[in-house]
């Protein structure tokens, strides 16, 4: 029977819905001026087929409510699925505020996955239902692509760039992850699962975590690797201050601007020459070959842990700001 073999996915994120309704959109339109042309083309080599050999087809010159008809319907169709893809792809590139971060290297010929509190698994993902999560990742060597196809998110693995994907689990149960991009003799090898769980389920899970908070892990990397000496936190060091830094924008010489994200970091840890921030010299030497993908990570959740401890709470006063009471 057919009903035993799964010709889709099943949806189980909150995108998947969306982006089944326009794939079947489109599949609908599409079939449905094929099937009509093809029926069209079928009755009118019928009816005006020619028995004797003699009949001469009219000559017709244009018609203006036709080419009308066939220029105007088409472009509102078509208008209708850009309007419709471009709310999805919104809805599919931009996760909600409060996401959890899983970070995530491919390599040939396999997925590593590294949660931010310390545990690591490789070809397998666990997550909460009901959260959004963003997984941030690169590849060591070449280009890989991570799907999902249960949560309708796919994104290439790119050497030397971050890419990432987002979904929010509906249901709970084991799906599919996939490489999606020939990457090598085992590609079809680089597949694992992603195992969703209830969110206690999942907190219990995170509690027999074997590592250290990956914030930590960038911590010592960043005495170890002596960032530390230059990037002072009360800005008097030879490089800017870290602190409450991600996600700013930050003024760079030449005047140009850049945010501070994941890329940027990651970006002035390995090649520092690329963007300087303004008013500081070309003195940071790169640390490429010191400090592996997960390394980056690491510092990347240090410096962001960075930004939360330096940012004013609500309700407290600037640093600058007079004491209120003496
Ligand atoms: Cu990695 Cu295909």
Redesign the pocket.
Request: a positive charge.
């Given at each position: 029977m057919l009903s035993g073999i799964p010709l889709f996915p099943v949806q189980a994120s909150t995108v998947a819905p969306d982006v089944d309704r326009l794939y079947f959109l489109i599949i609908a339109v599409t079939s449905f001026f094929a099937i009509a042309t093809v029926i069209a083309v079928a009755i009118f080599a019928i009816k005006y087929r020619d028995d004797s050999g003699e009949r001469v087809g009219a000559q017709i010159h244009g018609s203006i409510p036709l080419e009308l008809a066939w220029s105007v319907i088409p472009f509102i169709i078509s208008m209708g699925i850009f309007v419709y893809a471009t709310v999805v792809f919104f809805e599919i590139v931009r996760p909600p505020a409060e996401t959890m971060e899983i970070y995530s290297t491919?390599?040939?010929?396999m997925w590593r996955f590294q949660h931010v509190d310390g545990k690591s698994e490789i070809n397998e993902l666990h997550v909460p239902k009901g959260r959004p999560v963003r997984v941030t990742f690169t590849?060591e060597d070449?280009?890989?692509?991570l799907y999902f196809p249960a949560f309708r998110v796919k994104a290439d693995?790119i050497p030397g760039r971050y890419s990432s994907v987002w979904f929010e689990a509906t249901q709970t149960g084991d799906f599919h992850l996939?490489?999606?991009?020939?990457?090598?003799t085992k590609?079809?090898g680089?597949i694992g699962k992603v195992v969703v769980m209830e969110p206690s389920a999942y907190q219990a899970w995170l509690s027999g975590s074997d590592g250290q908070p990956l914030a930590v892990r960038g911590q010592q990397l960043f005495q170890q690797l002596a960032c530390v000496t230059c990037h002072l936190d009360d800005n008097t060091g030879r490089g800017p201050s870290l602190a409450g830094l991600f996600g700013t924008t930050v003024e760079l010489e030449g005047g140009a601007n850049a945010i501070a994200d994941d890329s940027y970091i990651r970006e002035s840890i390995l090649t520092p020459q690329t963007k300087i921030v303004a008013g500081y010299q070309r003195l940071m030497p790169t640390f490429q070959g010191q400090v592996n993908e997960e390394g980056v990570m690491g510092l990347i959740e240090f410096i962001k842990s960075k930004a939360a401890t330096a940012r004013p709470q609500p309700g407290t006063a600037p640093a600058s700001a007079p004491p209120a009471r003496p």
């Open positions: 491919g390599k040939r010929w590849s070449v280009l890989h692509s693995a996939f490489c999606a991009e020939y990457c090598g590609h079809s680089m």
